[in-house]
Each structure stands twice: as structure tokens, then as C-alpha cells.
């Protein structure tokens, strides 16, 4: 499109809708447009004056024969800001606005895309208690289209409190009060503790917080969030969770640094960032995590959000982090465009565990690495004792996609996964390490798991143990214990002995006869499915053995030795004396190998104890 004008003037023009000022765009050449464009243009000579505004709608269709619509600057507004409410009508109005080019106002309220077909805004629009999602948009008399558009999202109760003071006091937030709505960013002060109880609901208005108070390394609140499997907490922000590239939406912010606790806990639309504290059993959606020395386990994640605006991470695992059984979905990465490939989870400091974890493809998917060691951008850091072992990577990548990339100068443990396959190929393909770029750290993936990885046993592990007492069975955690874990179950040579087991140790009391046994555990999830433990183990019942073991037996011996002391029965108490005398309850506990290093005779005696009973006395002489 070219511009012209009587006379020597200078010519401004605009190509959103806007009125052209001194300060638009100069037109030299001729302007190209490409898509459905509302043109103005003005001329000012060299005293000033100005010409009337020109304006021109240009529709251009595309390849399939659709129009591209332009756009305008209608001023579209809601009198009632996004967030949530407390009414005790139950009711609030909406009025929508718009400046005096607008023709129509459209919306909608359950959340779907505003079209010409929509709802046609004439009057003050009613929203009732529950949740709303309001959309809008404005047309211009000319057909243009408003580039502006209302996307808000309404909670609105008839009962609750509203918090918008500091927390000054220990306080406890109960269901009488339930939901509280936080209006503000709100401050748990330094040496107070906020609990908050089951069944609460807390809401996060946004650009609002709920903080400690004080800094690294002294005095700050606490928060204490210990809801029930039955009863849980349920923490969310009022962000409708689909904000642009740019994050213009932030979602609502929780620090924790004093040991605080999360139990049982619905995180939506949350940046949750923790320091000396823990989160488990609860469940992120649409959220966001920082850890630093602190424990992530038995959570659910689901919909990531990046950490915030610039920043390619939805989880951040900072120095002295154990990050066990959790299950992570992973869904379409929201996100901004990036010059590399976005990543799951940030290591950013030594001493992180990562171990037990359920990784899946969600409905969603999209490709993303999963593990980002240090910055891409910033490579070499030193960081030490890097664990990610007995995970189960429960898909496969196209080759173009890294599982992980180690841009640490140090070595990162990866022994002992499921990477989705056995192929050794596929494994060495996906990873970026010192044997691509050798200022890069190296990964250790050998050995690798063949199948998909439950649980482990623990203990009795061919154990001879004399049946006099309950026995202590025990095992790890299912991975991803986050993935709706109901109940174990104990079996013992192939028969159920216990069911409804929702710890990971079993005290099994009954009789059983002298003889060898099998064991192995099944985990029940909430579907009725179950996976087995990754062995089975087996033990002993010999009713006779009823003495403190030594190891090595007594003897003659040219040099010291280190004796170590076992009883069949775990959990029992060895005491032990070097002189001779029989050992009381006085006498000195074992806690470790004994060294036996003076020339002559040592005679050593041992004796446990275990529920009020003792075994009988041990004697070796050395």
C-alpha cells in the first residue's frame, strides 16, 4: 500500500487500529500488508498542522480462502477484577465496557472461545457461587476485531475469611473459617506458625502470597499444611493457568524455610519454593517447584508450569534435596518459545537424590528433557554427588530429544534406571555428557534396568531367625508412591498374610514352624491393579538358635580382630562384656564390630534382649 499527500508534509501511520500520533511509524516506502489490517494514517506539515485521519480496512484471505480479521484497541473492561470472593448472597454483576468504536461486546462463561455465535452483552451479567471462567471480546462498527480480550476467572463463595494482614500470632486456620482468601501477600512473621487444618481451602488472589518470614539461615514462620488421604488441603491461585508466553498471569506464590510441612495437599496453580522442609502426598497441578535442602516424596505432578518468566524449568532441585517416589505426567510444557530445547527438572547444586520415580507420557505430550544438569548457558559448575537411580523412564524420545544433559564438570550417578528400553544404543543416544563435549561431566548409566523397576525387599534377606518373636517385615516404597497408592500386601510362601498395609513394614506375630519361607509384597492402587516387589526374598525359622552369633567364632589368632555380633531377631538389643563377667542390662551395647587387640585371652560374652525377653548368654574366647 502506498501513501500520499498534497504538498511537503510528513506522514505517520499505524497498522493496529490506533490513531496515528508524532510518534508512529514514518512512512518512506510503501507498506506491506500481510493480514486481515485496520490502516491509519495523518499528515502534519512543517508548522504543525495536521490533516484529518485516513483509515482503511483491508481483509486478505489465507491459503484455505478465510479471512484474517484485523484488530482494534477497543478499551474492553470488566468492572469486577478476576479473583475470589466472598458474597453472602451467593450472586455478583459484571458490567463489561468498551470505547464508543465498539459495536458489540460477546462472551462466555464456561471457559469456551468467544465467537461471532456468542452471547451478545446487553445487560449486567450474573455469576453465581462456584467457579466462572468470564471471556470476552469487542467488534469494531468497521468489522474489526479487539485485540484485547477478558479471560477471567471468579470464585465466588457465600461464606469465608478474608486474610489481609501479617500472620503476628500462631494461628490455626480450621473449616469454620473455611476458605480463607488471601488478598494480599501475606507474611507469616519470624518465630510464629500458621497450621492449617484438613478439609481447608485456601485461595491465593492474584499477585498475592503466603511467605515466611525472615531469611537463610536464622529465625522465620513456619507453615504447617497436614491434611488426610480422606481430608485433604487444597492450596490454589485464581490464575486461570493459561497464561501467554510472556506469563503475563502470574500464579500465586507459597515460600516455606523454617521445617516447614506439607501433608496431604492439592497444590493448583501454585509456585511452591521450599527450604528446610518438606512436601509429600500431595499433588501438583498446573505448579511449580523450589527445593533446597529439603524432601520432595510421594507427590503427584501433573500439567507443569515453569518456574517463572525467562526460566525453562517447572522443577528447580537445589543442594541437599531428596527427590524419591514421585509420579510425574508429563503433559504439553507450557511455556516460552526458547533457542533450546525446555526442560523438566533443574539440578542446580550437589547433594541431590532423585530415586524411585514414576515418569509417564500424559494425554498431552510433548516432547522435553526430562534432566538439565546446571545451566545449558552457563557449563562447568561443580557440582558433587548427583544421584538419579532406580527411576523408570516410561516411554521413549525421538533421537533429537536428550533425556539428559550434564552440563556440571562432574560425574552424575544414572545406574540402575529403566529407561524405557534395552536398548544400550537408545540410552548412549540420549544423553549428553563428557563423551560429546569433553568440558562436559560424565553420566554413569551402567548397569541399566531391563524392565520397569517397583520396589525393593528389604529384610529378612536369608535371615535365620528362631520364631519366638513377632518378625519385621521390610520394604522400599513403590516408585511413584505419588500414583494413587492404596494398600501392600504381605505374602509369605505364595499365601496372603496381610492385607491393608499402608506402611512400608509389616510386624507379622503369628506362629510360624521351623523351616525355609519365600516372601514378597504386592502394591494395591486405588484402580484394584497391583505390581509385585522387584524379589522375592527368602529365611529361616530354627526354633534352637537362641544365641548371639560372633563373627569370626573364637579362636587363636596371630594378629587383632574385629568381631561382629548379629541375633536372628531384628530389633534386638546385644550387650556384651570383654572381661569374663555375664552380660545385665548395664552392660555395654553393641553398636559396632568389637576390636579384640590385647595379646592373651579376651573372653567375650553377648546377650540380647528383645519385648521383655532375653536370649541366653554367648561365650568366645579369644
Known amino acids: 500500500v502506498e501513501l500520499s499527500s498534497e504538498g511537503s508534509v510528513e506522514i505517520r501511520y499505524t497498522t493496529n487500529g490506533r490513531d496515528p500520533t508524532k510518534s508512529s511509524d514514518k512512512y518512506t516506502s510503501s507498506i506491506q500488508i500481510n493480514g486481515s489490517t485496520v490502516l491509519k494514517a495523518k499528515a502534519w506539515d512543517e508548522h504543525g498542522n495536521s490533516s484529518e485521519i485516513m483509515e482503511e480496512v483491508y481483509f486478505i484471505k489465507d491459503a484455505e480462502g478465510y479471512y484474517y480479521r484485523p484488530e482494534y484497541d477497543a478499551n474492553l473492561r470488566a468492572s469486577l477484577e478476576e479473583g475470589a470472593y466472598i458474597f453472602p448472597s451467593?450472586?455478583?454483576?459484571?458490567?463489561?465496557?468498551?470505547?464508543?468504536?465498539?459495536?458489540?461486546?460477546?462472551?462466555?462463561?464456561?471457559?469456551?472461545?468467544?465467537?461471532?455465535?456468542?452471547?451478545?452483552?446487553?445487560?449486567?451479567?450474573?455469576?453465581?457461587?462456584?467457579?466462572?471462567?468470564?471471556?470476552?471480546?469487542?467488534?469494531?462498527?468497521?468489522?474489526?476485531?479487539?485485540?484485547?480480550?477478558?479471560?477471567?476467572?471468579?470464585?465466588?463463595?457465600?461464606?469465608?475469611?478474608?486474610?489481609?494482614?501479617?500472620?503476628?500470632?500462631?494461628?490455626?486456620?480450621?473449616?469454620?473459617?473455611?476458605?480463607?482468601?488471601?488478598?494480599?501477600?501475606?507474611?507469616?512473621?519470624i518465630n510464629k506458625k500458621l497450621t492449617i487444618k484438613p478439609g481447608v481451602e485456601v485461595i491465593l488472589n492474584q499477585d498475592s502470597g503466603l511467605y515466611d518470614a525472615g531469611g537463610y539461615g536464622y529465625g522465620q514462620g513456619k507453615i504447617e499444611a497436614i491434611g488426610t488421604k480422606e481430608d485433604p488441603i487444597t492450596i490454589r491461585s485464581t490464575g486461570v493457568g493459561d497464561y501467554d508466553l510472556e506469563w503475563e498471569r502470574p500464579i500465586g506464590n507459597i515460600r516455606a524455610q523454617n521445617n516447614s510441612e506439607f501433608k496431604y495437599v492439592a497444590f493448583e496453580n501454585i509456585k511452591l519454593f521450599l527450604y528446610n522442609s518438606t512436601v509429600t502426598n500431595s499433588i501438583f497441578d498446573n505448579s511449580s517447584l523450589e527445593s533446597f535442602n529439603s524432601k520432595i516424596a510421594n507427590n503427584k505432578f501433573i500439567n507443569f508450569k515453569r518456574i517463572e518468566r525467562g526460566d525453562d524449568r517447572e522443577i528447580r532441585l537445589g543442594s541437599n534435596t531428596i527427590f524419591s517416589n514421585n509420579y510425574l505426567e508429563i503433559g504439553s510444557w507450557v511455556g516460552r518459545e526458547t533457542w533450546e530445547m525446555p526442560f523438566m527438572i533443574g539440578i542446580d547444586g550437589s547433594n541431590v537424590l532423585i530415586e524411585r520415580n514414576e515418569f509417564v507420557k500424559g494425554e498431552n505430550y510433548s516432547d522435553v528433557r526430562l534432566f538439565d544438569i546446571g545451566y545449558s548457558w552457563d557449563s562447568g559448575q561443580s557440582y558433587n554427588n548427583i544421584d538419579i537411580n532406580k527411576n523408570n523412564f516410561n516411554f521413549t524420545l525421538p533421537d533429537n530429544v536428550l533425556l539428559i544433559k550434564n552440563n556440571s564438570g562432574m560425574k552424575v550417578d544414572m545406574r540402575n534406571n529403566y529407561w524405557g528400553t534395552s536398548d544400550e544404543s537408545y540410552i548412549k543416544t540420549h544423553i549428553y555428557d563428557s563423551n560429546d563435549d569433553a568440558s562436559l561431566g560424565k553420566v554413569y548409566f551402567e548397569p541399566y534396568a531391563n524392565s520397569p523397576l517397583t520396589f525393593d525387599l528389604i529384610y529378612p534377606n536369608g535371615h535365620t531367625l528362631n520364631g519366638k518373636s513377632a518378625i519385621e517385615f521390610q520394604w522400599e516404597p513403590i516408585n511413584g508412591s505419588g500414583s494413587d497408592l492404596s494398600h501392600y500386601q504381605l505374602y509369605i510362601n505364595d499365601e496372603l498374610k496381610a492385607d491393608n498395609v499402608t506402611t512400608t513394614n509389616y510386624n507379622y506375630s503369628e506362629t510360624l514352624e521351623d523351616g525355609n519361607y519365600t516372601w514378597y509384597v504386592k502394591a494395591v492402587k486405588n484402580d484394584g491393579s497391583s505390581v509385585g516387589s522387584n524379589q522375592h526374598f527368602s529365611f529361616t525359622i530354627d526354633s534352637t538358635v537362641d544365641k548371639v552369633i560372633a563373627q569370626p567364632n573364637g579362636g587363636t589368632y596371630i594378629r587383632p580382630q574385629a568381631v561382629s555380633l548379629s541375633y536372628p531377631q531384628k530389633g534386638a538389643i546385644i550387650r556384651y562384656t570383654l572381661d569374663g563377667r555375664e552380660p545385665t542390662e548395664s552392660s555395654a551395647i553393641y553398636t559396632g564390630p568389637i576390636r579384640i587387640a590385647s595379646k592373651g585371652i579376651t573372653i567375650l560374652k553377648a546377650k540380647a534382649w528383645y519385648n521383655a525377653t532375653s536370649s541366653d548368654v554367648m561365650t568366645e574366647e579369644y
Open 90 to 189: 451467593g450472586s455478583a454483576e459484571i458490567t463489561l465496557s468498551a470505547n464508543e468504536e465498539t459495536e458489540v461486546i460477546r462472551y462466555t462463561l464456561d471457559g469456551s472461545e468467544v465467537t461471532e455465535e456468542s452471547t451478545e452483552y446487553t445487560d449486567p451479567i450474573t455469576i453465581s457461587t462456584g467457579t466462572t471462567i468470564l471471556k470476552a471480546r469487542a467488534w469494531a462498527k468497521n468489522g474489526a476485531i479487539s485485540y484485547q480480550t477478558i479471560n477471567n476467572k471468579y470464585i465466588i463463595y457465600d461464606h469465608g475469611t478474608y486474610i489481609t494482614d501479617n500472620i503476628n500470632a500462631d494461628t490455626i486456620w480450621d473449616t469454620s473459617g473455611s476458605p480463607y482468601i488471601v488478598k494480599r501477600s501475606t507474611r507469616v512473621n
